[in-house]
Every structure is written in structure tokens, then in C-alpha cells.
């Protein structure tokens, strides 16, 4: 296939099957898209309805006709992209008249619906106890894409988890299906499988990196840390305690600080 121009000045051809495929593919991901679709035409146009061009992180694809109009739609495709970059789904029809604006003559204009697909930020739950149960609905609710690994048949249930994916296994059980630009928040039964959790998480190199536990236990994960030859920056990411401050107790309290901590992560990560 031919290379995307980085400016995204030339889009590459692909057939509506191949804009499908790339949607389809950034749905799957949880990744951001923006899609552009010929709705309407008015006069005389290059452009045919039902013609698609799509916005990925890899690139531009498909064509809503070419020439000036397409460099128009690309440009509000572009902006579409940014919002769903940031968590932000949108759709709209624009119009686009072939006229001097665009420096055609055609004098005809194009209806063309923008669409922004948000991205799901990806967070993989360690751990499927009482904090897990609560807070699992409440990051689906607010668009995470999650995915819950315990190592327990008996709480490694899908019915326990409506919205997420769930593995029975160990933390690397989420190296497959959690990006490395997401979250990995260790909340076990047991404290040396959250430590076990957050060294690999540090490993791999997750975005975002925590645990449920006190001031103590993330004094001790840090000790241990360092005498795992972790560095300080690495040691610095870790969030010990998870969650933002609000004097939670209660599993569903913890799980709400939780949430407020993902949302204000993603908000600061899209910025």
C-alpha cells in the first residue's frame, strides 16, 4: 500500500471495504478515529454519496472525491480527529460549496457528515474483589476500556464484570489486550501480588501504574522497589494510594476515588 503523507496532504486510495477495515480495526483498539461520509450533493460535484475517508492514528484513508473539496473535509476531518483523541465523540453534517472559496467552479456543494469516534482509554484491573466489583462499572460507564485478569475461577467471572473483558490468569495475561498507553491498578487479595503487578506493570512500561493500599504499603512497595534496582523515576509513577483524596472506606467509596483519578488521568494524558 502506498505510504500516508505525514501532513496528511495526499490521503492514500483505499476502497470503501479497506475504510471500513481501518474503523472497524480503531473500534476494536479503543483507539480514536474520525470518519467523513458523502451524504448529499447538490449540482455539479466530484463527489458521490456514500463515499467515506477515514482519520487513524496511522494515517488518512478512502476519498470523498478529491481536489479542493477533499482538502476542505480533510482539514474539519483533522479537528474531528483531535476531539476524539480526547475522549471527545461528536458528529455533525458540514456543507461544502464548490465555489470560489475553494477555488472550484463546479458551483455545486457537498453534504458531508463528521464524525468523531472517542477513544477508549484502556485500563487493565488487577484483581476481581469488592473494590474491582464496584469500580469496574463505573470506568465502563465513563468510557475505559476495560479488562479484569484475577487468577481466581470462583471472581474471574464475565457476569461479575458487565462491559469488560475478563481473564482468569496472571497480570501478564493483559500484555495482549491493554496497550501500553493505558493503565494497569493493582487491587488483589493479597499484598505481594500487588507488588508482582506493579513491577510488571513498570516493566512493560504502562502509562499509568497503581495500587490500592496505604501510605504504609506504598512506603513498603517503594523499598522494594528500589531494592528491585528500579529506578526513582520508575518508583515515582507509582500511585500508592490509588485514587484521589476524598476520605473513601467503604469498597464503592475507594471505587469512586478511583474513577475520579482515571478521569482526571485521561483528561491530563489527552492533553
Known sequence: MEAVDEALAVPVGTGLAGVLRRVAEAAEGGRAAALATVIGRHGSTPSTPGQKLVRTAEGCFGTVGGGAVEAAVLRALEEAFARAGRGEGSARVETFRLGAGLGMCC?????????????????????AGHVAAALVPMLVGLGFAVTVVDAREAYALEERFAGARVLCGEPGELAEVVP?????????????????????????????????????????????????????????????????????????EIAVSIAAAMVAWRAGAAD
Open 107 to 127: 458551483g455545486g456543494s457537498v453534504d458531508v457528515l463528521i464524525e468523531a469516534m472517542a477513544a477508549q482509554w484502556p485500563v487493565g484491573v488487577v484483581g
Open 180 to 252: 501500553r498507553r493505558g493503565a494497569v491498578l493493582a487491587m488483589t487479595h493479597d499484598h505481594q501480588r500487588d507488588q508482582d503487578a506493579v513491577e510488571w506493570a513498570l516493566r512493560e512500561g504502562y502509562a499509568y501504574v497503581g495500587a490500592v493500599g496505604s501510605r504504609a504499603k506504598a512506603a513498603r512497595t517503594s523499598a522494594r522497589l528500589e531494592a528491585r534496582d528500579f529506578s526513582e523515576a520508575d518508583r515515582g509513577r507509582v500511585h500508592i494510594p490509588l485514587g484521589v483524596k476524598i476520605g473513601a472506606r467503604s469498597p464503592a
